[in-house]
């Protein structure tokens, strides 16, 4: 089975804190996991000092900006960025309520991967709760296209399921796939590692603009002109690590969706702004899923307002 398909909701036992630098503004972050109570989901604060900023429940409803990274809220003052990484953890490892305190505008980028924050979520362990935990089942085919490029959800009773497929026009990458059922130990041995990474051409011209002030070589992949890994110790699977960060991505994109879902997800060339603009084409059709308890998987429970992308807090 996927994800989380374990019956009750869950958190963490005790608080974790990280520390590292936020890929865009290159500043110090500092960021806490700690455990919270029965149907809270995952809520985002930022924090200046001991003063709230910004909160936001981690829905797709609270989604802002998504074109480098996926960003929780609207206004750069309250926003808190690049949460994809660690929502991929979260959700990957089955937590379904944590309250992430983010001393900045942005989570820290650590390695690039999703693999710390698994580190981080392990050393403290999860804790089940006497609530039974709900799902979305995808009923029917969704799918958004945008050129090329495209996205879809279809029903799949087998669990969470991904079949993600990138293509580039470069050797380095070219055209890459994969495929998976999305347990937590599938997860972390094939995914949780992959790197984000870019062009160098593109990271030089992002620092031009002040933007990807903290990315080094210590947190990305950088291919060079020559279509090769500028990164002295290559590549951590084999030639794939691109699709398998894309496809890291999309479990934390997807996370928004508030629940675990039970169906596959399928993309071509996609992206953060596909993967979120997919979860609004699923939410935005009433008959294309409905939510259930494990224990009873055919029957329909409330379509409550923290579940579909629904709810908001905000600041």
């Given at each position: 089975?996927?994800?989380?398909?374990?019956?009750?909701q869950t958190t963490i036992a005790d608080d974790v804190t990280l520390t590292g630098t936020g890929v865009h503004s290159g500043a110090d972050v500092s960021i806490t996991f700690h455990p919270a109570e029965a149907n809270t989901g995952i809520v985002f604060q930022r924090l200046d000092g001991e003063r709230v900023l910004g909160e936001y429940l981690a829905v797709s409803s609270n989604v802002g900006n998504t074109d480098l990274c996926t960003i929780l809220?609207?206004?750069?003052?309250?926003?808190?960025?690049?949460?994809?990484?660690?929502?991929?953890?979260?959700?990957?490892?089955?937590?379904?309520?944590?309250?992430?305190?983010?001393?900045?505008?942005?989570?820290?980028?650590?390695?690039?991967?999703?693999?710390?924050?698994?580190?981080?979520?392990?050393?403290?362990?999860?804790?089940?709760?006497?609530?039974?935990?709900?799902?979305?089942?995808?009923?029917?085919?969704?799918?958004?296209?945008?050129?090329?490029?495209?996205?879809?959800?279809?029903?799949?009773?087998?669990?969470?399921?991904?079949?993600?497929?990138?293509?580039?026009?470069?050797?380095?990458?070219?055209?890459?796939?994969?495929?998976?059922?999305?347990?937590?130990?599938?997860?972390?041995?094939?995914?949780?590692?992959?790197?984000?990474?870019?062009?160098?051409?593109?990271?030089?011209?992002?620092?031009?603009?002040?933007?990807?002030?903290?990315?080094?070589?210590?947190?990305?992949?950088?291919?060079?002109?020559?279509?090769?890994?500028?990164?002295?110790?290559?590549?951590?699977?084999?030639?794939?690590?691109?699709?398998?960060?894309?496809?890291?991505?999309?479990?934390?994109?997807?996370?928004?969706?508030?629940?675990?879902?039970?169906?596959?997800?399928?993309?071509?060339?996609?992206?953060?702004?596909?993967?979120?603009?997919?979860?609004?084409?699923?939410?935005?059709?009433?008959?294309?899923?409905?939510?259930?308890?494990?224990?009873?998987?055919?029957?329909?429970?409330?379509?409550?307002?923290?579940?579909?992308?629904?709810?908001?807090?905000?600041?």
């Amino acid at each position: 089975m996927g994800i989380g398909l374990l019956g009750f909701q869950t958190t963490i036992a005790d608080d974790v804190t990280l520390t590292g630098t936020g890929v865009h503004s290159g500043a110090d972050v500092s960021i806490t996991f700690h455990p919270a109570e029965a149907n809270t989901g995952i809520v985002f604060q930022r924090l200046d000092g001991e003063r709230v900023l910004g909160e936001y429940l981690a829905v797709s409803s609270n989604v802002g900006n998504t074109d480098l990274c996926t960003i929780l809220g609207t206004s750069p003052a309250t926003w808190i960025a690049t949460i994809e990484h660690a929502m991929a953890a979260i959700y990957a490892v089955g937590i379904d309520n944590l309250l992430v305190e983010v001393h900045g505008a942005e989570m820290p980028i650590m390695d690039g991967s999703s693999a710390p924050f698994i580190e981080a979520i392990e050393q403290t362990g999860i804790k089940a709760l006497a609530v039974k935990r709900r799902y979305i089942r995808i009923l029917k085919p969704v799918r958004i296209e945008n050129g090329a490029s495209w996205s879809e959800f279809v029903p799949y009773e087998g669990g969470m399921r991904f079949e993600v497929e990138i293509d580039f026009d470069t050797p380095l990458i070219g055209r890459q796939s994969w495929q998976g059922d999305m347990t937590a130990a599938t997860f972390k041995n094939e995914l949780s590692r992959a790197r984000t990474f870019g062009f160098m051409r593109d990271v030089e011209r992002m620092w031009a603009a002040g933007r990807g002030l903290g990315s080094s070589l210590e947190n990305s992949v950088v291919i060079a002109d020559d279509h090769t890994v500028i990164n002295v110790e290559g590549l951590r699977y084999a030639k794939d690590e691109f699709v398998r960060h894309k496809t890291l991505d999309a479990v934390g994109d997807l996370a928004l969706a508030g629940l675990p879902f039970i169906g596959c997800y399928r993309s071509y060339r996609g992206g953060h702004k596909m993967n979120a603009n997919a979860l609004q084409a699923l939410f935005s059709d009433p008959t294309a899923y409905e939510i259930v308890e494990t224990a009873m998987p055919r029957t329909r429970v409330a379509r409550e307002k923290q579940v579909a992308g629904a709810s908001e807090l905000s600041a």
